[in-house]
């Protein structure tokens, strides 16, 4: 599939939004170096600095592209709609007065925000876990569906990535984009192998320097396997996936992740403090942190992912030679 912005692109990736974590620095360094770079509208306190953020990305890149002049990749923000989100529709209306390109939508698809973002020419992508979420936000019209996994960091799913996308792919024949342990350059290459059009990053962009993480939580990252990621609903309410030892630091035991409920964090916070203070001591990472060794500047990590997919497109290449 030929994507509209396929030619500002040097690898088929989005750098995922990620709570407390994606900002500008990061947003920009992903876009000069050819990826998709996004951010949460609510990683800004207010609409107010969410708007100074979107301008100074803009600025940013207009810069770079006038004094290098080379295109940079496309930006994105994200958008969680949900009657809780009060902010839904003042970031809307400031997405459309910047004609930002990408927005990316979680926890429900509204055909009224896809056409608001479409009279502009944006695009919309939605991100799901099961096929009854993305047959709703095809009917509201959505261009891309992201295809969260099993192993995904944050809100992931439960289904294997293979399963997934075929069972997806039969009805959605717009723009695919898979989620959930992709950590290297080998691993993209395999998203696309697998049908996907664009391979979506989180949990391997939380260790950057541009990133907006603790430096404990990066190197907790680095320190962590696969087996230490704990799949609950105990921080969030909804399940999600979290660094083992970031739990048993707060207190929280085998016994409480395994609850199917959200364990109360204080009553004294209402209900949008309490969570952003869970995910400021709880952190969240995926299955992908196995492949994590270090922390990079992002233009070299994007460098370092070329040349993976690169070599793994050729291996590819070899084994069709020997099998077909």
């Not at 770079?64 to 496309?74: D, I, V």
């Not at 695919?176 to 691993?187: A, E, F, K, N, Y």
């Not at 299955?287 to 060794?293: D, F, L, S, W």
């Not at 990079?296 to 030679?321: D, V």
Request: hydrophobic share 45%; with cysteine.
């Amino acid at each position: 599939m030929q994507l509209p912005f396929q030619d500002r692109l040097s690898l088929p990736v989005v750098a995922a939004p990620m709570f407390l974590i994606s900002g500008p620095q990061l947003v920009i360094e992903c876009c000069k170096n050819g990826i998709i770079g996004t951010f949460p509208a609510l990683n800004h306190r207010t609409t107010a600095g969410f708007e100074e953020w979107v301008i100074e990305i803009k600025e940013t890149l207009a810069a770079y592209e006038k004094e290098s002049g080379k295109k940079a990749a496309p930006f994105g923000v994200n958008l969680i709609v949900h009657p809780t989100n009060p902010r839904v529709q003042p970031d809307l209306e400031i997405c459309i007065k910047h004609q930002v390109p990408l927005i990316i939508t979680s926890l429900g698809a509204v055909p009224d925000l896809v056409n608001a973002v479409h009279s502009y020419g944006g695009l919309v992508y939605h991100d799901i876990i099961k096929k009854r979420h993305a047959e709703k936000a095809a009917e509201a019209g959505v261009d891309g569906l992201i295809l969260v996994s099993a192993g995904a960091g944050g809100h992931a799913g439960a289904l294997n990535p293979m399963a997934l996308i075929n069972e997806i792919k039969a009805f959605f024949k717009k723009t695919i984009l898979l989620s959930g342990c992709i950590s290297t350059g080998q691993d993209i290459a395999s998203a696309l192998q697998m049908g996907a059009d664009l391979a979506y990053m989180g949990t391997r962009f939380i260790n950057v320097k541009e990133s907006m993480a603790d430096p404990k939580y990066q190197e907790m990252i680095i320190n962590s396997r696969a087996e230490d990621i704990v799949y609950t609903a105990a921080v969030s309410g909804v399940n999600a996936n979290f660094l083992r030892p970031s739990l048993e630091a707060m207190g929280i035991t085998e016994e409480l992740w395994s609850q199917s409920k959200k364990i109360d964090f204080g009553s004294e916070l209402d209900a949008a403090k309490a969570e952003a203070q869970a995910w400021k001591t709880i952190w969240s990472a995926g299955q992908g942190v196995t492949a994590i060794h270090d922390v990079l500047p992002t233009s070299q990590l994007i460098t370092q992912l070329k040349r993976e997919f690169q070599s793994a497109l050729q291996a590819q290449q070899e084994n069709l030679g020997k099998y077909c």
